[in-house]
C-alpha cells in the first residue's frame, strides 16, 4: 500500500524559514516523480513543485520559485521542500502527492501557519 | 489555463444523479483533465484522468467525459460515501491548474 507521511509544518513568523518532509512507502520511490501541492484554508488547491526521479528537473511554480526548494533522498524514500522567506499568503495544509502532474497519491499533509 | 467549476454546491439526495461541470478558458492540451475528490479533513483522491478514465479502486457510477474545454463528471445514483468536493485539474500545459471546487451535499 502506497503511504506519504508529512511532517515538519508549524507556525513560522512572516521572513521566517521550513523544511518539510515526505516519507514514502509501499512503492519503489526513486522510480516516480514527486510533487508538492498545497491548499490554503477552506480554499481550492495549487501545485507547487515537482521533482524528477533522479532530482535532475525540478519545476516550480512562478510565485514559489526562488523562496522553495524541492529535493529528494532516494535512499531515505523521502521527499523534502525547503521554504524561504515566508509570507502570510504561504499559510496553507502542504500535501505530498505521488506524480509529476498528476497527483496519483496523497499524504495526509503538513500544515504551515505563518503568522507574525 | 483558469478552470471554472459549476455549479460550486450541488444539493441532491442519496440516489440521485450528479453532473459537475469543469470549463477552461482554453483548450486543454490532449484532454489532459482530471477529477479530485476530498472529503472534509482527509486529503484529495484521484478520481478520473485523461478526462474519462477511472482511477484504481473507483467504482463504475463515477465517469467523465468531455474534450477541448468543456468537461463533465457524473455520479450516476450518489452514495453516501460521495458527498464531497470535487475539484477539476488540467496538466496538458504548464503551469498545471485547478478549478475552485464543487461542493456536492445532501
Not at chain 1, 521533482?51 to 523521502?78: C, H, L, P, W
Not at chain 2, 478514465?53 to 467504482?59: D, E, F, L, N
Request: some cysteine; proline content about 4%.
Amino acid at each position: 500500500e502506497v503511504q506519504l507521511v508529512e511532517s515538519g509544518g508549524g507556525l513560522v513568523q512572516p521572513g521566517g524559514s521550513l523544511r518539510l518532509s515526505c516519507a514514502a512507502s509501499g512503492f519503489t520511490f526513486s522510480s516516480f516523480w514527486m510533487s508538492w501541492v498545497r491548499q490554503a484554508p477552506g480554499k481550492g488547491l495549487e501545485w507547487v513543485a515537482n521533482i524528477k526521479q533522479d532530482g535532475s528537473e525540478k519545476y516550480y511554480v512562478a510565485s514559489m520559485k526562488g523562496r522553495f526548494t524541492i529535493s529528494r533522498d532516494n535512499a531515505k524514500n523521502s521527499l523534502y521542500l525547503q521554504m524561504d522567506s515566508l509570507r502570510v499568503e504561504d499559510t496553507a495544509m502542504y500535501y505530498c502527492a505521488r506524480g509529476r502532474v498528476l497527483a496519483v497519491n496523497w499524504g495526509q499533509g503538513t500544515l504551515v501557519t505563518v503568522s507574525s | 489555463i483558469v478552470l471554472t467549476q459549476s455549479p460550486a454546491t450541488l444539493s441532491l439526495s442519496p440516489g440521485e444523479r450528479a453532473t459537475l461541470s469543469c470549463g477552461a478558458n482554453q483548450s486543454v492540451s490532449n484532454n489532459y483533465l482530471a477529477w479530485y475528490q476530498q472529503k472534509p479533513g482527509l486529503a484529495p483522491r484521484l478520481v478520473i484522468y485523461d478526462s474519462s478514465s477511472r482511477a484504481t479502486g473507483i467504482p463504475d457510477r463515477f465517469s467523465g467525459r468531455g474534450s477541448g474545454t468543456d468537461f463533465t463528471l457524473t455520479i450516476t445514483r450518489l452514495e453516501a460515501e460521495d458527498f464531497a468536493v470535487y475539484f477539476c485539474q488540467q496538466y496538458g500545459s504548464a503551469p498545471l491548474s485547478f478549478g475552485g471546487g464543487t461542493k456536492v451535499e445532501i
